[in-house]
């Protein structure tokens, strides 16, 4: 691993230990003036993993943002570790900033068994190496939504990952031309993981850290909308669920492939499947936001 955004955001996923069940970490620069919900959410389940043996992968997380986070202040997070059983072990996760709680996470975690299988087949989806990379794309995308100043900074924060759309984004299309709320997105890390970092948790910390990022997308494209970083809407995650259902590794091609049932009430909900480039799903994804018209 020898890409420099890629060190950086593993960097940001070794938390420091404190304390017993206490861990510190730090944020990036993010497009908008807060912290990223991928970043605290994959920082929380680094925390709880780090009280988990290693052979029980977590299987599922459940999370609630409660607070703006402050990109300038250090997040403490603190573990309760809620049961220990045979097959199955609980954790819940508080991160804290300025006194006050911003994030809380429930996460399972399951020793590995044989049981009954199946999953739904992989839908169509183009060849990732076929789409054009975020640098040779963002300047078409740019044109309609976002100025160059705006596009620079969305490809900084989100330098670590290879992500390719595999058609134009919300910020990419007609402005208030509503699309069909479904989007799909190749996504790796921009680099291979080698060495001692190379865990199966951190690859899970990372597809977490991954799945914020687009989601919502398909809730913004029902309305024609750019988004909060373009300023057409007002919007936030609220909550976040993910079960792993399959091993993968985040530093290959993975299809994130999502749709939006409803948005009602100032909320937007969004779901989504990431499989492995053979088809294997990987995990399950839910999220609900504040999409919220600006008022004059």
């Not at 060190?7 to 938390?15: A, F, G, Q, S, Y």
């Not at 399959?246 to 290959?252: G, I, L, N, S, T």
Request: aromatic share 8%.
């Amino acid at each position: 691993m020898d890409d420099a955004a890629l060190t950086e955001l593993v960097d940001l996923l070794d938390l420091e230990q404190i304390e017993q069940d206490i861990y510190r970490g730090h944020s990036r620069t993010a497009v908008v003036p807060r912290v990223f919900g991928g970043q605290v959410a994959a920082q929380a389940l680094v925390a709880a993993g780090r009280t988990v043996p290693a052979d029980r992968p977590p299987h599922s997380l459940h999370a609630y943002f409660l607070r703006p986070g402050d990109p300038g202040a250090p997040l403490v997070y603190t573990v309760d570790r809620i049961r220990d059983g045979r097959s199955f072990t609980t954790r819940r996760v508080v991160a804290v900033q300025h006194g006050q709680p911003v994030f809380n996470l429930s996460a399972s975690f399951q020793l590995h068994e044989e049981g009954l299988e199946h999953q739904v087949p992989m839908p169509p989806a183009p060849d990732p190496e076929k789409l054009p990379t975020a640098e040779e794309a963002m300047p078409r995308y740019a044109v309609n939504f976002l100025d160059p100043a705006l596009a620079r900074r969305l490809l900084e924060a989100r330098a670590a990952v290879d992500l390719r759309y595999a058609a134009p984004p919300p910020w990419g299309g007609e402005p208030g031309v509503p699309r069909e709320p479904r989007s799909q997105v190749w996504f790796r890390t921009n680099g291979r993981l080698t060495g001692a970092i190379d865990t199966p948790l951190l690859h899970v910390c990372l597809m977490t850290y991954v799945s914020d990022m687009t989601l919502l997308d398909s809730v913004l494209l029902a309305h024609g909308r750019g988004g909060w970083a373009v300023g057409d809407v007002v919007g936030a995650s609220l909550d976040h669920a993910m079960w792993f259902h399959r091993p993968f590794r985040a530093d290959e091609w993975l299809l994130y492939d999502q749709e939006s049932p409803t948005s009602q009430g100032g909320r937007g909900l969004s779901t989504g499947r990431i499989f492995t480039r053979d088809g294997r799903l990987a995990a399950s994804v839910i999220q609900e936001g504040v999409i919220r018209v600006p008022r004059a």
